[in-house]
């Protein structure tokens, strides 16, 4: 491991330590950093932190049946709306059809997923950017 990093900026970090080391040439650690590189030693690159992704908690009910079209699902939610015993049937038909909004942590939602396989995370994000 590396004595040093770089970062996306002009301070590097002294890894044993964490120290945020800025270019000053007054600084002492600057001063041993510039050393350490002359003596032939290379820094660690800089690593981007990676970006984490929030699947979104709701999205409207016109986003998921966009989002479940075009990924040639919709057809088939509909039929195991439809195919649902009473009175589950009735109760999934107005969630379905009249609430504006639908949730990923729903209970419909949940079954739907697990009797279609659905990718619920890649769906909701999908959905979210339509």
Not at 24 to 52: F, K, Q
Request: glycine share 4%; proline share 9%; net charge negative.
């Amino acid at each position: 491991m590396a004595a040093y990093q770089l970062t996306d900026t002009a301070i590097v970090i002294r890894t044993d330590d964490g120290a945020c080391i800025p270019p000053d040439l007054e600084n002492r650690d600057y001063v041993a950093y510039l050393a350490w590189c002359d003596e032939g030693n290379d820094p660690a690159p800089y690593v981007p932190p990676v970006p984490v992704v929030r699947v979104p908690e709701e999205v409207s009910m016109g986003q998921a049946r966009l989002a479940l079209y075009e990924h040639d699902k919709l057809a088939a939610v509909e039929a195991l709306l439809n195919a649902m015993p009473e009175p589950a049937r009735t109760r999934a038909r107005i969630e379905w059809d009249y609430r504006p909004t639908v949730r990923r942590d729903s209970p419909l939602v949940a079954q739907l997923g697990a009797a279609l396989d659905l990718d619920l995370d890649g769906l909701f994000l999908h959905a979210a950017t339509l």
